[in-house]
C-alpha cells in the first residue's frame, strides 16, 4: 500500500510554539501542544519557554523537546523594561540576532512557529530562525506583519481558546478541551498525600496561595490574613499555603495544628500535586488558578485593584470551576472583594463540594 502525500507532509511537519511568557500563561498553551500532536501525530513538537517553566512540562507525552528561550520580553523574570519600551526592543532585537539560544533555535530548522503571545519580537525570532510558516495574532502585541498567517485577538475571548486558534490556521480540525494539563508522577502525588496527612470523614483540604507578579494586582496579605484567620475558626479545615520564599510571611495566621506554611519548601511540581489533591484553592490571578483548573478543583480568585472587571477576567482566564471577584466598574461596583463576602463563597464552594462527592 502506498504512502499518501499528506501523511508524508504530516511526518515532516516540526513546530517550534513560542512561550517565553510567565508560568500560567505556560500552562494555557499546554491545549496547543496535545491539539498539534493529535492533528500529527509523527511530527516534532517543541516549545520554547523560559528556564523558570520548565517544570511544568516535564513528562508531557506531547512535546518532543523543550528549548531554553528566555527571551527578554512579556515576562516578569528577565524582562527588565516595560514591554514598549526602546530598551525592550533592543534588548529583544539583541537576542534574537546574537544570543546562543536564538541559534540553536535556527539550527532546528522548524517548518512552523507560532509565537502564542503575538509580538514583534517573537515574529522576529521566527522570521530569523527561518522558519516559513510563522503564525502570530494581530491587534495584540504586533508582529502580524511579519508572519504568514494570524489570528485575531479578540479580548472576550478565553486564553486557552484562542491558542487553539492556530490549528484552523494549519488547516486542521481537532476536537481538544481547552484545559491546561500537566503530568505527575505517581511519587509527586504520594509524597503530596504525606503532606497532607490522612484524609478524615468530613475534613476539608485547603489551598492558600497568596503571593503574585505585581502588588497592584493582588488581594492584599491584610486580607489574605483576615480570610485565613476566619477559615481556622472551623477544625474541620485543613490549611496548606503555598509559593516561593518571599510568601512565606504575607499571612500572618493565629497559631493552629490545622495551618501548615509550606512557602519556599516545595518546588512548582510539588506545588502542583498539593493542588491536586485538595478540596478548594483560594489565589490570586496567578499559577495557583490554573493549577486549579488542570486537575478540575474548585477555587476563588480574589482580583486586586488594578483589575477593572472580575468578569471579563473570568471569560479570559477562568475554568468552570473558578469563581472570580473584585471589581466590576459597568455595575458600578469600585471596590475589590470584601473578606466577609470571601469567606461566604467559600463556604458556598465547599458546600458545592459535599453534593458532588
Known sequence: MGISNN????????F????NNDLGDVLVATPLLKGLKKAFPESKVSIGVGDW????????????????????????????????????????????????????????KFT?????????????????????????????????????????????????EAGLEFLNLI??????????????????????????????????????????????????????????????????YKICIIGCNKDEKRISANDSSQLTNLCGKLNLRQSAAMVSLSDFVICNSSLCMHLAGAFRIPSLTLLGEWYDSAELHQKQWGYPETTVKGKELKALRNQTCMVPEAY???????????LQN
Request: proline residues 5%; charged residues 25%; contains cysteine.
Open 7 to 14: 501523511s508524508i507532509i504530516k511526518s515532516l511537519n516540526s
Open 16 to 19: 517550534f510554539v513560542l512561550r
Open 53 to 108: 517553566a520548565r517544570p511544568l512540562l516535564e513528562n508531557n507525552p506531547h512535546v518532543n523537546e523543550v528549548i531554553s528561550c528566555n527571551a527578554p520580553w512579556h515576562n516578569k523574570q528577565n524582562c527588565r523594561f516595560p514591554a514598549n519600551s526602546p530598551k525592550t526592543f533592543l534588548e529583544g532585537l539583541l537576542y534574537v540576532l546574537h544570543s546562543k539560544e536564538s541559534r540553536y533555535i535556527s539550527a532546528k
Open 112 to 160: 512552523h512557529g507560532i509565537d502564542v503571545l503575538g509580538s514583534r519580537q517573537g515574529s522576529w525570532l521566527m522570521r530569523k530562525s527561518n522558519i516559513q510558516n510563522r503564525f502570530g495574532v494581530k491587534g495584540y502585541a504586533g508582529g502580524d506583519k511579519w508572519c504568514t498567517k494570524f489570528i485575531d485577538f479578540k479580548e472576550e475571548r478565553k486564553v486557552a
Open 171 to 236: 488547516n486542521t480540525e481537532v476536537d481538544i478541551d481547552p484545559r491546561p494539563t500537566i503530568f505527575l508522577t505517581k511519587n509527586e502525588v504520594t509524597e503530596a498525600e504525606a503532606v497532607w496527612g490522612e484524609r478524615s470523614e468530613g475534613k476539608k483540604r485547603i489551598v492558600l496561595a497568596p503571593g503574585g507578579g505585581f502588588p497592584e494586582k493582588c488581594w492584599g496579605d491584610k486580607n489574605f490574613t483576615e480570610l485565613t484567620n476566619f477559615l481556622l475558626k472551623n477544625e474541620n
Open 344 to 354: 461566604e463563597l467559600i463556604l458556598q464552594g465547599l458546600e458545592q463540594t459535599n
